[in-house]
Structures are given as C-alpha cells and as structure tokens.
C-alpha cells in the first residue's frame, strides 16, 4: 500500500505538536500590520498576534498563499516519497482563495503526480478536525481512498456554532457573508454564527444575553445529535473564559465522548476578533 501524506494550510488551527506528530505538512498564510508581514502559526503565535490587534489603529490584512509555494511542498513530498499520494485540504474556497491556489500549485507539478485537493468548505478546526483524522489514518497504513471516503463522512456529520464579541471585525474584513442583515441590531443580542454548506458565515439565531446565546447553542446540538456519541474541539480567540464556559455545558448536557481545546490563530482571528469562542463538532 502506498504513502499517503496530508497537506493543509494554517487557518486549520492544528495545535503545533499534534500536527508535528501526525506529520502534517502546512503552508501558511500572511498576516500583515501596515508593511510588517508574518506567516500565520510560523512566525506569528496567537498571543502575539492579539496584543497587536487590540492596539492597532487598522486592521491587518491577510493574503493566502502562492500557487508556488503549494508546488514546492509537493514537489518535496513527491521526491522525498516516490509514487506518494497526497491530500491537501484546504479553508473554504467561499472566505479565502487559498483553495484555489493549492490547485494551480499541482498544475505547475513538472509531473503532477497523485494529489487530491479538498475544499473543506469551513475554517479553523472546522476542517482541521478533517486533517487529523486524514492524517492519522495515514499514519495506521490507510489507502487514499478509504482517507478520502472518512473526510466524506466527517463533513457530513460535523457542526460547528461560533459567538463574536463583535461583528465589526467580520464587517471591515470583508467576510460577513449572510450574516450582514445582523448590523443594527438592538443592544446585548448576541448572533449564534455558523457557515453554510458552500462555507460562508452564516446567522443561525439571535438570542438576547451572552449565556442565553451559549444555550442556545447547546439546544442547536441537541437537535443535531441527541444522545449521540460526540468529539467536542473548543477554540477560543485571546480569552478562554467564554469557550471554557461554553464546553462545561456541552460536557453537561451532551454525549461527550472526547473534549479538546486550541486556539484561533492569526488569519482566523482576523476576521473574528478577540473574545470569540467556538465548538466543533463531529459524530463519533
């Protein structure tokens, strides 16, 4: 059975030593503050990258990969692994061009050899969810179709519910999506925010008061899943108060079977700003 190696971007928000152990190759992305240019979970952690977003006047801007830069890293898999096969999975093609770009990196392959590229249609550990179970497969001596067919599932049974502290961080970056018609809307009510099936961020509900919008979306869980078994990952950006608050009611209420927890990197953190707190979920 051949090797079969996992490629993915950044924005997946893989803790570093999870990912360094399941040996999952990443291109990251760029995050810029005014000419200042650094590479998402490389030479920017999630700590650093709040502080400087609190006090900065502007926003930072991020920019996705070059179709090179995905080229080099398979061209490196294929040589360091003859007849390799590889799974490159990859944010939502609907809030980043990153997909995009990984695809034209295997169109610039001198022989392009065996490389699948997904569009997870989601973000942060949205999809990494995806990349670790791909990758651990890989690591058991799985073959690319039986990998491919797991990623299938997963996506169908996955769920993911975000809280904002604010939507202005959406709004000025561009990625607000079908969630636009929540400006405006009356003081303390809080948006349960998701993304759809083609990946863009999405309102589920509105639900006046910040515990009440957490119910809320343990209530959505119920629905989805029942008393079935259930992996909880809990992400959180700069402030773990929320999400921890967030997944003692899930492990309450809920079918947990395994919780986890990691943080919102740079790119991400962008676009949703400090304070948010996430759940994702997939069926066991």
Known sequence: MGTVKIVTDSTSDIPKQLREQLGIEMVSLKVMFGEQTYLDAVTIESIEFYEKLIVSQALPTTSQPSPMEFMEVYSRLNEQHPGVSIISIHLSSAVSGTYQSAVLGVSLLEDEGDVTVIDSKSASYGFGMLVVKAAEMA???SSKEDILAEI?????????????DSLEYLKRGGRIGKAAALFGSILNVKPILSLDEGGEVTAIDKVRGHKKAMQRIIDLLIKDYGNDPIDVMAAWAYKSENVLELAALAQSQLNVRHINQTEIGAVIGTHVGPGTAALFINRV
């Open 152 to 164: 299938e599932r997963m996506g169908k049974g996955r769920r993911l519910y975000f809280l904002v």
């Open 139 to 141: 690591a058991a001596g």
